[in-house]
């Protein structure tokens, strides 16, 4: 299994950043869900460290108008400029309490929101911002996305679903045989925890605000008797990766 692919999605609930390589600590992969941006009406169970529930934050599943959000960031993923329909907006500074108040300014004037409320960037102080408590990273099969679009006979493409790595040299959704081992990726070991559950936001095309009309995850149910593409994994130790590096069994 060889990796071909590595994003990390510098803002939480907004399109990713693709890197040729990636490190992995006790806090997750670097620079991955770094900030976040409070939901005004939805913000209950807060940390103090920085981590909280998904609900807390603007994501697709909820605000589907963020699909028409493509991004751009610096090397560093902290200065995010946005193109929406052909309009570039930014740059923002997200380590600045400046660039986070314009950030959330200019969403409001975009006034897709039905609430109203003070927008706030936080930054996961203790680890990043997924969705989960612990720290986790999500890996992909293409062989099982490349099964799920002829069965479909539509192109969908890799980002909708927002995986961190994609690897080729498995078989279409062999991948679930790895539920439960350890994985030895570049010089980073992970647990492969369980395959990725697909909420609604994956029939959100990028550059796109519309929902499709058709459900993908109905599809998948149908077809495999799941809506699951991805695994979900958990860092056993630090360590690095770069693309064209070997996944296999630690």
């Known amino acids: 299994m060889i990796i071909d692919q590595i994003t990390r999605f510098p803002v ?30 939805r913000v209950k169970n807060r940390s103090p460290a920085g981590w909280s529930p998904k609900v807390n934050f603007l994501q697709m599943v909820f605000e ?38 314009e950030l959330c300014k200019q969403i409001r004037l975009f006034n897709d929101l039905e609430d109203d409320g003070p927008l706030e960037v936080i930054e996961g102080l203790d680890q990043s911002l997924t969705d989960r408590k612990e720290p986790c990273i999500t890996i992909g099969n293409p062989a099982s996305l490349g099964d799920l679009e002829k069965q479909l006979d539509r192109d969908l493409g890799r980002s909708r679903f927002r995986l961190n790595a994609w690897f080729n ?6 991948e679930h045989e790895l539920v439960g081992k350890r994985l030895k990726i ?6 492969v925890i369980e395959p990725v559950d697909r909420c609604r ?22 077809i495999y008797g799941h809506n699951c593409l ?14 064209g590096d070997e996944v296999k069994l630690a």
């Not at 605000?209 to 109905?218: A, C, F, H, S």
């Open 230 to 243: 991805g695994l979900l994994c958990v860092p056993l130790t630090q360590g690095s990766f770069r693309i």
């Open 64 to 101: 589907s108008f963020l699909g028409a959000y493509e991004t751009n960031f610096d090397a560093s993923g902290e200065v995010l400029k946005l193109l929406i329909e052909g309009q570039e907006y930014g740059p923002y500074d997200l380590k600045t309490a400046q660039g986070r108040a």
């Open 186 to 191: 570049g010089s980073a070991e992970l647990k």
């Open 169 to 174: 040299g498995l078989e279409a959704w062999a």
């Open 12 to 41: 939480k609930g907004l399109y990713g950043q693709n890197l040729d390589h990636a490190t992995i600590s006790a806090r997750g992969m670097s620079g991955d869900r770094r900030f976040g941006i409070y939901h005004p009406k």
């Open 201 to 222: 936001a994956i029939n959100l095309t990028p550059g796109d605000r519309n929902w499709n009309k058709d459900d993908i995850n109905v599809h998948m149910k149908r």
